[in-house]
Structures are given as structure tokens and as C-alpha cells.
């Protein structure tokens, strides 16, 4: 068995990387979108964290903890407006929501 190097970190975070845009562009549902920008986080911390390892440097590892406190705000905040934009409209769908426009 050969090990687990850095090439595989890159590929598992290239393939969340994708999942993540691919749900990003063709979903509907804020929730879904949500989770799909939570993954492409966490594609960018499994390159950090690869990339820390494979160099023997901790910087990586502490900006992965960035991006993680990062994206735990972002769920927060994302949520409430999701909440308050539930209640406005009775709808999840991005293209109902239209709060914005003039």
C-alpha cells in the first residue's frame, strides 16, 4: 500500500471543490446553496492543511482555523436571514425571493 501524499489531498479537495460550485450554480434552494459554499470551505482547508503538512509549516493549519471560525460565522449569519426572509415570504427558492428589487 502505498501513502496517502499530497496529491490525494488535492484531488479529494479538487472533487469538493466541484461539488461545491456545481451546487452553488444549478441549485435553487438557499439551504443547499449554503451547504454547497460550506464545502468549497472545506476544500480550501484541505488544501491548507495538505499544503502545511507537506512544507512542515503550522501557518496552513492556523489559517485553516480562520477559515473555519469563518464559515461557522457565515452559517450563523446566513441562517438568520434565511429565517427572516422564511417568515417574509414563506419560500426557500432563490428565485422567489426578490426583497431587493426596486
Known amino acids: 500500500m502505498s501513502p496517502i501524499g499530497t496529491f490525494h489531498y488535492l484531488v479529494l479537495s479538487s472533487a469538493l471543490l ?6 452553488v450554480l444549478t441549485r435553487r434552494n438557499v439551504v443547499v446553496i449554503l451547504m454547497s459554499i460550506e464545502l468549497i470551505l472545506n476544500a480550501v482547508n484541505i488544501n491548507l492543511v495538505a499544503f502545511s503538512q507537506a ?3 503550522i501557518d496552513g493549519q492556523i489559517f485553516a482555523i480562520f477559515v473555519i471560525t ?3 460565522a457565515e452559517a450563523a449569519v446566513g441562517l438568520g436571514i434565511l429565517i427572516a426572509l422564511f417568515r417574509n415570504k414563506e419560500t426557500v427558492l432563490v428565485d ?3 426583497l431587493l428589487k426596486w
Do not use: S
Open 18 to 23: 466541484l461539488i461545491g460550485t456545481v451546487g
Open 55 to 57: 512544507l512542515h509549516n
Open 70 to 72: 469563518d464559515a461557522v
Open 96 to 98: 422567489e425571493i426578490d
